[in-house]
C-alpha cells in the first residue's frame, strides 16, 4: 500500500511539473508572439499628451483656450490626499500592494467567463487601465487582455507606483471635454485639484467610469448616487470614517463650473486673428496638442465693455428699422412650448440679458414669454419702439429676444423689452499708442453669426475721417491752424468725357472764408477739396502711405472726403500717429509665447515707423481736440478727458466712423450692413459710431482724477488767436482760443 501510494505521489510530482513546465512554455510563447507587436513603453519617459494652449490678457486673465484634449498637466503632490484616496476606493484600493495585476479580481473575471461564456470586465487595476488608454483599444478580446497584462507588467516594472498614479490622473477622462483631474477640478468646481474637499474629490472619483453619463451637469441622481457610493468605498477601506462619509453624502453637490462655457470667449475675432498668425507658424498640431502660453496685451475688462456698447449700439439703430417678423416658431418646428429647449437658458440669468424666450400668449396690453423657468411680460413701453401692437408683432409659439428689465428669482418671473438680432454690423479696435498692441477687438456683433472680423477686413468707404490727412499735408507744407480757407462753391474738371465735380457740404451750405481749424472741426466738405487741390492728390496720398494705409487711392479730388476704402485697423494705427509724436507704431497682437516647459518660442516687440514730424503730429492733436471741444464729436466733450478725434460719414450714410485717442490709447468705431446700404437718415458718424465709442472710452478712463497730457516738442508755441478770423488778439478775449503753432507760423512772426 505503502509502495502505491509513493509511486501515485511520484506520478503526480510528474504531472504537476509538467503542468508547470507547460504553463510556462505556453506563457513564455504568449509572451514571445506578442512581443513583437507591442509598443515601445519608454515612449512614456517623455510623456507628453495633448494639453491646452491658453491665451492670456493684459492682466493674466485667460482670453481663450486651443485645445483637442482639454487637460493641464499636473505632478503628485498637487493632487489632494483626498482625491488620491478617492480615486484608489473607487478604482483600485490594493493599487499600491499589487505588481499591476490583481490575481485575485483576475480569477474571478475567468470564473465568470465560463460561468457565463462571455468576456467579463471589471478586473483591471489603475496600470491596466492606464495601459489600455495609452497604448490599445477598448475591446474584450482575449489578445487585447494579453497585451494589456504584459504591458503592465512592464510598466510597473519601469515607473513607480506613484509615477504611475499621476500618469493615471493627469490621462483619464472625467467628461465635456475635460483631460485629467486638474481639468476635472476646474470643470465641476472652479477650483485646482490640490484644493478639493472630501465631498469634491468623491464626486470626481465617483463619476471616472461613466464621465459624462454620470456628470453632474447632465444626471445629478447618477452624479449622487457614484459619489456616494465613492465615500461608502473610501470607508470600507479606511481611507475615511464612517461618521466622515455619512456626513459628506448629506452635503448637495454644488458645482461651479459651466461646461457650456468652457470654450467661450469675450474676445473671439481677436482670438481668431491670434490662432491664424500662430497656426501660420508653428502649425495646428503644436497649437492646439502642445500646451502653448501665449501673452497678449487685450484688455478683457475693456473688451466686455465694447462688447455690451457695440451691442447696444447697434440694436439702437436697428430698432430705428422696425420690428422684423420672427424667423422660428417653436409650434411650426412641432415642439411645445414648454417642452422646447434652449441652451443659453441652462445659465444664469441678469438684468439686461438678452435671452430667447417663446411667445405663450400676445394680448393688446402686452406680450407673455417663456424663458426658461421663467415667465416674461412686456408692457407697452417695452414694444413702444415697434409702433405695433403684439398681434401684429408675434404669435403664440415665436422665438423671439427679450431684454430683462427686472428678475424674481424666487418667483420665476421677469419683465423685459421685446428686442430681435440687429442686421447692421459693427466693429471696435484699440491700439495702445506706444507700442501698438491691440488692445480690444470686436469684429461684428455676434461671431457665431459671421466669422468675419470687420476690424480687420472689411475696407469700407472712411468719409470724413480721411480728412486729418489732409490737413496734416497742409500743416507739414505751411499751412497753420489759422490760415484761411474759402467755403464757398466750386467746380471742378472732371477730365475727358467726365462731368464737372462740385463737393457740397454735408448741410448743403457755405460759410464763406473759414480758418483750417473751423473748416476740420465742423467736417466742411468744400475746403478740403480745395486743400487737396491746392496741395495735389498725389502729393495728399503718399502722405497717407506714411499713415500705414495700404489700399488702392486714386489721385482724385473725391478722395480728400472719403471716397476710398480702408480697414478699422488701418484707420486706427494711423489716428495713433497723432498722439504718439509722429510715430506709427506697427499693431501686433502677440507679445510672447512660450512652451509647455516654460521656453520662449517667440517674443515681440513694438515696431517704430517715423510717419510725419513731431511738430506736425501735435498741431493735428490739437485740431482733433477741437472737434471734441467743438465740433462733430462735441457729444465726447462731456468725459472731460484729452481727447482727440474726427468722426467720418459717407454721402449715402452707408459708413459711419469714429476714430478717437487719449495720450495712451487710441480707439475705433466703424457701423455698417456688410452689403453697402444707408444706415439711415442722419446716420452720420456723431449719430451711429461715436454713443458706442463714448461707452467704451468712459469705461477706460473709469474712476480716474489724473488725466494725462499731450506733450508739446520744443518748438511749438501758443498764441491766442479769435476763432473765427485767426487773427492775434489778447489773452482771454472773448471767442478766442489759444492756438498752437510750428515756431516761425504764427501771427506775426517772420516765417507767417
Known sequence: MARYVVRLARNAGIVILFLIAATLGTVTGVVFA????????????????????????????????????????????????NLRNAILAAEDDSFFRHFGLSIPHIVVAAIKDLVEFRKAAGASTLTQQL???LFLKDDKAWSRKVKEAILTIQIEKRYTKEEIFTLYCNQMYFGHGAYGVEAASRLYFAKSAKDLSLEEAALIAGILQGNVRQSPYVNMDAALRRRNYTLDRMAEVGFITAQQAADAKKKPIVTRGDPSMQSATAAPYFLEEVRKELEGRYGAKQLYENGLTIQTALDLRLQEVANRALDRGLRRIDHMHGFRKPRRNVLDEAHSIEGFKQARWDRPFSVDDVVPAV???????????????????????????????????????????????????????ATASLDQPPAVEGAVLALDNRTGQVTVMTGGFSFDRSKFNRATQAFRQVGSAFKPFVYTT????????????????????????????SPQNYDHKFEGPITLRRALEDSRNV????????????????????????????????????????????????????????????????????????????????EPKDAIRADTAFVMTNLLRGVVLRGTAAKAAALNWPIGGKTGTTD?????????????????????????????????????????????????????????????????????????????????????????????????????
Open 131 to 133: 495601459t489600455r488608454k
Open 474 to 501: 497742409a500743416i507739414d507744407r505751411g499751412y497753420t491752424p489759422a490760415t484761411i480757407l474759402q467755403d464757398v462753391p466750386v467746380s471742378f474738371p472732371g477730365g475727358a468725357g467726365q462731368p464737372v465735380y
Open 527 to 606: 475746403p478740403a477739396v480745395r486743400v487737396m487741390d491746392q496741395l495735389g492728390p498725389k502729393q495728399v496720398i503718399a502722405y497717407t502711405r506714411r499713415f500705414g494705409l495700404t489700399s488702392p487711392l486714386p489721385p482724385y479730388l473725391a478722395v480728400a472726403l472719403g471716397a476710398a476704402e480702408a480697414t478699422l485697423l488701418e484707420m486706427t494705427s494711423a489716428y495713433s500717429v497723432f498722439p504718439n509724436q509722429g510715430v506709427r507704431m506697427m499693431p501686433y497682437s502677440v507679445l510672447k509665447v512660450t512652451d509647455r516647459e516654460g521656453n520662449v518660442l517667440e517674443e515681440n516687440r513694438p
Open 359 to 413: 411667445v405663450t400668449e400676445a394680448g393688446p396690453a402686452g406680450i407673455t414669454l417663456r424663458a426658461g423657468e421663467y415667465r416674461v411680460t412686456i408692457d407697452k413701453k417695452g414694444f413702444a419702439w415697434t409702433r405695433k401692437t403684439p398681434p401684429q408683432l408675434v404669435r403664440r409659439g415665436d422665438l423671439v429676444e427679450a431684454r430683462l428689465l427686472t428678475i424674481d428669482a424666487a418667483a420665476h418671473t
Open 652 to 752: 449715402d450714410f452707408s459708413d459711419a466712423w469714429f476714430i478717437g485717442f487719449d495720450p495712451d490709447v487710441t480707439l475705433g468705431v466703424w457701423v455698417g450692413y456688410d452689403q453697402r446700404k444707408p444706415l439711415g437718415p442722419g446716420m452720420s458718424g456723431a449719430e451711429a459710431a461715436l454713443p458706442i465709442w463714448i461707452e467704451i472710452m468712459k469705461a477706460w478712463i473709469g474712476d480716474r482724477k489724473e488725466a494725462p497730457s499731450f506733450q508739446a516738442p520744443g518748438n511749438i508755441v501758443f498764441v491766442s488767436v479769435d476763432k473765427g478770423t485767426g487773427t492775434a488778439t489778447e489773452a482771454a478775449t472773448p471767442g478766442s482760443i489759444n492756438e498752437a503753432f510750428i515756431a516761425g507760423t504764427q501771427p506775426g512772426s517772420i516765417r507767417q
Open 34 to 81: 506578442f512581443a513583437g507587436d507591442l509598443p515601445r513603453i519608454s515612449a512614456l519617459d517623455d510623456y507628453s499628451p495633448s494639453t491646452i494652449t491658453r491665451v492670456y490678457g493684459a492682466r493674466g486673465d485667460v482670453v481663450g483656450e486651443f485645445a483637442i484634449q482639454r487637460r493641464v498637466i499636473i505632478k503628485y503632490e498637487d493632487i489632494a490626499p
